[in-house]
């Protein structure tokens, strides 16, 4: 077996705690390795593997805190309606957003491995209703970037990903792939759930109930984490599932911005890092930037009301759920590198034909684009995280955490050239054209990715 050089973080994860335990004595251990701290001794499991609950958690937690990302495309045309701001400076809110929500992600991950998941997370959820609270009495447009661009950014950025990222590689060592997508459904159930409502609430009431009902959800979540929630299997006193033995927690990490940085810079140093980072800008770009920040807007555009067009966001929600969970089914099993070629492929080409179904109702070939594209909305998740787990170890979360920042920057360019366009010419159409030759060329670069163990 391949040597696996040490990276220059100088941390010992989980991995490499249980294999100085295997491998050498206490008395023989060097004198610069981290202390651990030894949880509980391993209790005999009655029943389901406590890594099930941990994660059943994870995913409710998700899904609860998924009423903060279904809000902005719902609110374009309210504001522009009220306040008369421009669909560019509505949209240049939700790109700050969505970008402080990847630029965000790697630190938390850190900050995780230095105050534990409960901590971090429940701080976010808290920091998210205060924005979305606070855009309720807002009357200029520096204050909607403030509350809801850097605000809710902020904790939404320590809710993303990562967070699914983390719980996974320390609870789990085998199913990794099949976990990792059935957490990120878990933000397409939330929008199953919440775009509808949300919806239907502006409608009838007002945005304003709307971001109350965001603010008042993040807030019901809060205990949820901190009661049910465990950082790590130690802990409970049990192995991660499908680990032969258990696994000493490691010590705090301190210093988590410096090891967010490090990490940065250890994997910058690759080409893999690049070509991931640009796959997933191409895909947050042409999901979370485009399609959820301007579908609803571009189909009443077209005389679709409202509502309808959000219940079809909503259904992407519901196929998105089958798509991801088989693609990490698939992720377990198949090449990864042709997996997103495959999906970034048709993504393109789905998006290439949008222009041409909207309407001022829903006809079924509408309905088949929205099935077609909710099967590869986040299908790409469960094979980019896989490759970071490849390449890059156990700095793999804090690694992933950059390539969603990178997922997250594109998706704020698109969201607020996506607004440009509009007002400049009046129609969406060159938007989702160049979004489909994005995609076009996301897919060659996941065919260049070359099959490595790691880099060092």
């Not at 033995?245 to 490691?250: A, C, L, N, R, W």
């Amino acid at each position: 077996m391949t040597q696996i050089p040490e990276l220059p973080l100088g941390t010992a994860g989980p991995a490499r705690g249980a294999a100085a335990t295997q491998h050498a004595p206490a008395a023989a251990a060097p004198a610069t390795a981290p202390p651990v701290l030894q949880g509980p001794p391993p209790r005999r499991r009655r029943g389901p593997h406590r890594a099930w609950p941990v994660a059943a958690v994870t995913f409710l937690t998700i899904i609860g805190a998924a009423g903060f990302a279904s809000l902005p495309g719902l609110l374009i045309d309210p504001l522009h309606a009220e306040f008369h701001w421009s669909r560019g400076t509505i949209g240049l809110a939700v790109s700050v957003n969505l970008a402080l929500y990847g630029l965000t992600a790697p630190f938390a991950a850190a900050l995780m491995d230095r105050f534990g998941i409960r901590r971090v997370v429940a701080a976010a959820l808290a920091l998210i209703a205060t924005g979305a609270g606070l855009t309720v009495f807002m009357t200029t447009s520096w204050q909607l970037i403030l509350y809801w661009g850097v605000l809710v950014g902020l904790g939404s950025g320590s809710m993303a990903l990562a967070f699914a990222a983390t719980v996974t590689n320390r609870w789990f060592t085998a199913r990794r792939g099949l976990v990792t997508g059935v957490l990120t459904a878990a933000g397409a159930s939330g929008q199953l759930v919440f775009l509808p409502l949300l919806s239907w609430i502006i409608d009838r009431h007002d945005w304003r109930p709307a971001a109350v009902t965001v603010a008042l959800t993040a807030l019901a979540v809060v205990p949820l984490v901190w009661l049910l929630l465990r950082d790590h299997p130690a802990d409970v006193g049990v192995a991660p599932y499908g680990a032969p033995e258990f696994v000493p927690k490691p010590a705090p990490q301190r210093g988590a911005a410096r090891r967010a940085v490090r990490a940065l810079v250890s994997a910058a140093r690759t080409g893999p890092f690049w070509l991931l980072a640009g796959t997933f800008a191409i895909c947050g770009a042409t999901t979370n930037g485009l399609v959820k920040t301007h579908f609803v807007p571009a189909a009443h555009d077209h005389g679709m009301p409202m509502t309808a067009a959000a219940s079809l966001l909503a259904v992407i929600g519901v196929f998105d759920i089958v798509g991801t969970i088989a693609s990490g089914w698939f992720t377990d099993r198949f090449d990864t590198r042709r997996l997103l070629a495959v999906y970034y492929g048709l993504r393109g080409l789905s998006l290439m034909f949008l222009p041409l179904l909207l309407a001022d109702s829903v006809r079924p070939p509408m309905v088949f684009f929205i099935v077609f594209y909710g099967l590869d909305w986040v299908a790409t998740v469960p094979p980019t995280l896989a490759l970071c787990r490849e390449y890059y170890g156990e700095d793999s979360a804090i690694v992933f955490g950059w390539v969603l920042a990178a997922h997250q920057v594109g998706a704020a360019v698109i969201a607020f050239l996506g607004g440009l366009a509009r007002d400049a010419l009046g129609t969406y159409d060159p938007v989702w054209y160049a979004s489909g030759a994005l995609c076009a060329l996301a897919a060659l670069m996941a065919v260049v990715l070359r099959q490595r163990r790691r880099v060092g």
